[in-house]
Structure formats: C-alpha cells, structure tokens
C-alpha cells in the first residue's frame, strides 16, 4: 500500500502560496490602472498591452510549459517560473516607461504559465483520491480570497504608497514560495518521452492567435481587417496541432482524454462557466464605483460575501464530494449560481447594495461547491505521468473561456449601454458610463441616465451569464459520470495466491524481464489495471 506523504499539507502551503501570487498580481493590477496612466503618460492601446500582453503569453505557453514540468520535474519548472515572476516583479517596481511595464508583463505571463499547470499537477500527485477533495477546495478557497482581496489590498497600497508597490508585494511571496518549494516540496516527473516540438509550436502560436482574436472582438470586430487574419491564423495552427498531435508517435497533449466523458464534459462544462463569469468583476466593479459611487477600496470590499460563501461552500463540498459524486455537487452547485446571475438581472440604478449582496453571495456558495468537484473530477481521468500537461490543458480551456467572456460580455455591455442613452447625449457619454460621467460636469440629467442605461444593459448580460452557466449544469449532467470505486478482490484469493513462477501467464501478456516470478515488473500501459503477485512481479489483464 503506498503511503501518503508526510509533508503534504505543507506542500499544498506552498501550492496555495504559488497560485496567490498570480491572482493577487492580476487583479490588483486593475485597481492601479488610472494612477498607472497618469504617471508614466500610458494611453489607452498603452494600457490595453499593459493588461493583455501577460494574458497572451500566459496562454499560449502552458501548454508547453505543462509538457515541460512532465518531462524534467514539476517542481522544477514551478520554482523557475516564480523566479521569473519574482524578477519581472521586482523589475516592474522601477519601470518609467509604458514600454518597459508591458516588457515586465510579458516576463510576468512567462513565468505564470510555468507556474500554473505545475501547482495543479503536483497537487493530484500529492494526494489521493480521498484527500483530494480537501486538497482542491483548500486551493480554490484561496484563489478565491485572493480574488477578492487584492483589489482591497490594492486600492490601500496606492494610496498609502504608489502603484509600483503592487508589483513589490509579489517578492516577498515568491522568496517564501521558492524557499518552501525547495525545502518541502519533492520533485515529480512523468516517465522519459521523445519531446514534441512541432507540437509545442503550433499550440503556442495557435493558442496566442486564439486570445489575441478574442481579445480584439470588442473593438475590431470578429470577422474583420486584421481580426479574420489572426482568426486564421488560430484555426490553421490549432487545427494542425490536433492533426500533428494524433499522428505523431509521442504527443505533447493526450488528446485521447477527451474520449473520457469526465474530461470532455468537465472541460466543456467549466468552458461555458467561465464564459458566463468573465464579465462578472468588469460589470459589477463598474456598477459599484460608478453607480453607487464607491471607492476602489470599497468596492474590493464588497466582494467579501463572495469569499465567505465561496469558503462555506468548498468546505461543505469536500465534505459531501464522498456521499454524493461529483456529479450531484457539480449540478446543484451550477444551479445555484444560475440563480445568483438572474438574481443581478433585477439591479437597477436604485437598487443599492443589497440585491449585489444577496447574489454575490449565492454565487460564492455555488462556486465553492461546483468548480473544485468539476475541477477534481476532470483531473482525475488523468494519468500521473500526463499531470502537469493535463493541468495545463484544463488551465487553457478556462483560460479561453474566460477571455471569451470578458469578450462577449464586455462587447455586449458596450453596445446595450450605448443603445440605451439618449440620441442627443455627448459622444463620449455614448461610450462608457466613466465617459458620461467625466462628461456630465454636473448634468444630473445626463448622470442619471447614463446609470439607468448601465444597469439596463447589465441586465442582458447577467442574463447571458445565467444561461452559460445553466448550460454547463445541464451538459455536465448529461456527460459526465461519478467514478466508481475498484471492486476489492474476493478475500480467497488474496490469501490462497499462489506464486507467479507455479501460475501459467494469462495470453497475451508476457512476464518481466527476469522470467515468470522476478521482482521485475514489465513495462507499465496506461489504462491497463495491474494485480500485484506476491513475489512483486506484476501481470496485466484486461479490463
């Protein structure tokens, strides 16, 4: 019987600790953006590369970079990573220039896709089927408070100090991350394998291609000028990739996982989830500072029924995940976010705070219940030796989700809003709810209603978000399936065993090198269950 690691509580410390640190850095960012502009002279395409140069090099290299932990050592590539990270960091705090805080970004995104698909797939390794449930809604409890924190942690930042102290307070983490990965952590590698770097290209410059479109949909459109360019670029490189990875002899990505129902439905079903939250903190940060005129601080803080009822509902999940499967947790968790999303559809400019409240905190619980069972059971399909590139493809297809989200809902909220004001309202009003306002000089007529067209045009997309998120329930309802546990042999034959060497060999599978009865065992198969004999060789039956 294998033996649990001693230590594995404190390597999920440093886990937690590894995946903060890129939470906290990205949404803190978004808190430092105007004092950011005025400083350094950033205009607006300035601040766009700011935000997205890190988003595109973040995904199209976990791929590869999940490939890479695979091949020489999880930890390995984890520590690399948060010294790149830790660098760019330190380096973003004296930056002067717009040019030299996308060059720190880029680095940044480097060291984020070494690090992310590593911390998942040193996770599974870790721990077992029964401790993981724990594990996975411990680590998603603090993703989730740092979500919601670092705005708060933020906003006191800036203006206690400067916007370079947002970059300063990812050092001291990743020292403590880098010297308890070191000291805590032991390395994990998948078995050697010749490397793929046609497939390490094409799922590079394809996923890219991919965000990249997706990113400039809201200004360019999704099938015009250079925007059908990159379009094609993604579907050619991408398209390859899955032709390239189907053929060659050693695949970078198993793209056989996506015949498991659990995988394919997991993956799809977060896709979609991920999709209805992407405009969740664009449309409500917006909503709580220029609506109900918070301060950036206080509208960090108004995330904290978010954190909370996300940390009751990861507890109750590890909790049930053993009782009820995933399945059951990951339908009723999903629902009940459905629910929080049409509860926002009822906001309008006079309905304050309390409805926000009550919503946000609905969806904390259903996501606290819903994305660590949808997470655990996607990675359960996956084999050890494929952890880290597996993780990596589950972080890409959220990661996409996501960007599409921010994309469609962003786009939409833009476009209903500017429908919604009035024919004779300022150009610049038209635009943005921070454009009227900054417009308006007083009109409280102008002021009113640009609020009124922003909280109607939240209301389309929550309800786009309600029926994302009602999809995935009903598609992970359908697909996926709860893991059975393996049948226990029946007690007479593991007492009345006979040894390998007196046993005839089940065709057609042949022994060890050393001859029926050796301690050495064959090759291990994927997929393939083993029955360990009592000498220690071990002969494989099909399932």
Known sequence: ?????????W?????CLSTL???VDSMALTVAVPSMTEDIGASAQDIQWILDSYILVFAGLLLTSGSLGDRFGRRKVMVLGLLLFGAASLAATVCTTPGEVIAARVTMGVGGALIMPSTLSILITVFDEEERPRAMAAWGSVSMLGLVGSPVLGGV??????????????????????????????????????????????????????????????QHGAFEGRSLVT???AVVTLGG???????????MVPLVLFKHRNFSGGSLSLTLVQIGNGGLLLVLTQYLQFVLGYSPVKAGLAFVPLAVAALIGNGAGAGLAAKTGNRILILSGMLVMAASFALLTTVDAQSGFTVPAIALGLLGLGAGLAMPAAVGALMSTIPEEKAGVGSALNDTIQ??????????????LTSTYSSEMPADAPEQAKQSIGGALAAAQGDAGLIAAAREAFTSSMTTTFTISAV??????????LVMRDSKPAAAPPPDAALDMEPAASRPLPPPYAPGPGGPGSSVCPTWMPFVPTVECSTGSRWFFPT
């Open 157 to 218: 930042l800036i203006d206690h100090f400067s916007w370079h102290s947002i970059f300063f307070i990812n050092v001291p983490v990743v020292a403590l991350a880098v010297l308890a990965a070191l000291t805590l952590m032991p390395e994990s590698k998948g078995p050697w394998q010749k490397p793929d770097p046609l497939g390490a290209i094409l799922s590079a410059v394809g996923m890219t291609a991919l965000i990249w479109w997706i990113i400039e949909i809201p």
């Open 241 to 251: 990739f899955v032709i390239w990875e189907n053929v060659t002899p050693a695949p």
């Open 399 to 412: 990661q996409a989700g996501t960007a599409l989200g921010i994309a469609i809902l962003g786009s939409l």
């Open 468 to 477: 994302g998120v009602l999809a995935a329930a009903v598609l992970a309802t």
């Open 21 to 23: 640190v890129l939470v």
């Open 1 to 9: 019987m294998e033996t649990r690691n001693p230590r594995r509580w």
């Open 11 to 15: 390597i999920l410390v440093v886990l």
């Open 231 to 233: 379009l094609a670029v």
